[in-house]
């Protein structure tokens, strides 16, 4: 297909008339492997917090690379990490359940967000559940949370390590990770890092510090898995093509080396809920999930996409929609958030639908 630069910059300028958001930058991954970067009112290597992208870049495929490596579990007991984790059904609860977001949490986590950070693990590690793990599919930050710090307790390293050493280095992600503004490698001037909102919960604009209220205070102990990371549309565009291409990737010296093991590919882009290994974890009906990423939804990944279509959204407007059929993908980061949050995700989910039928209706 000849990519079509000049509709995909109308259906932009469209959204910021209608005041959807005012910077963005969108880049597209091609069947043939190639790459194409659209940068609007910024420039293309802008840094954005991208939100709750950050449960799948890094942490979802951190937990993906080590269940194939052997280190961890599908049925890997969360409890066996986390010994002080004291929610009624603690002994049943699995890594499967924090992949596929199956746990009945029903608290949302800016809710916590005055209390200091061991006060917020307080309230996950002591909740009381009113369904059994894997009786619905119930998308939340809990999970990933949980998540994150299994992953810190298995390695002894924290997300900002392991994403560095594993993803971001690796694979060329330069401007990729937690705290742009004070990080020792890689520091981003404020200038180049897209402001996220005027926050009346701070007193002040968020930019270059994390957005999800929860996530900021629990950075006082350590990354969390749900958000918090920062990044680049020309960096996620790797990372997804990594994906795309089952966990293989051009290294530093353009010879091919490996990034995760055979077999991320399909985790991340078929029904977790529909594996035979899902019956021992799961009673849910009808639930549709990838392992870590979100699976055909179409409400933010359009209607011409194959039923193996995997993404992700971020609240500050960010996405990720990749086919694993066609090996093409669609990456959103903008300022959907600033300088005021929306009551509802529905007019950027409306764009991001939108914008994934321009470009995968013309494949």
Known sequence: MAFNESNILRLLEQAEAADVFHKAVAGFILPDGSTHVIAFNTPENTVFDIASLTKVCPTS???LRYILEGKLGLDTRVVDFIPELQTNYREDIRIFHLLTHSLDYRVPMKTLRTLPPEGILDALFTYQFEKAPGADFNYGNPASVLLGIILQRLTGKDLQQQGRE????PLGMTRSGWDPLTREWNRIPREEIAPTEICAFRGREIQGEIHDESAWVLRQLYPVGSAGMFSCVPDLLKFVKMVLNDGKAAGADGK??????????????????????????????????ALGWELAQSKFMGSRVSPRTFGKTGFTGASIVADAIAGAAA???????????????????AFR????????GAL
């Open 61 to 63: 495929t951190l937990a």
């Open 166 to 169: 594993l993803f971001f280095e």
């Open 256 to 289: 091919e080396i490996r990034v995760v093991p055979a077999g991320i590919l399909e985790m991340v882009s078929e029904n977790a809920f529909l594996k035979p290994e899902a019956r021992a974890y799961s009673s849910a009906a009808g639930a549709c999930t």
């Open 331 to 349: 990456v959103l980061l903008s300022d959907f958030t600033y300088p005021h949050r929306e009551a509802s995700a529905d007019r950027i989910h």
């Open 353 to 360: 639908a939108t914008l994934s039928d321009a470009f995968f």
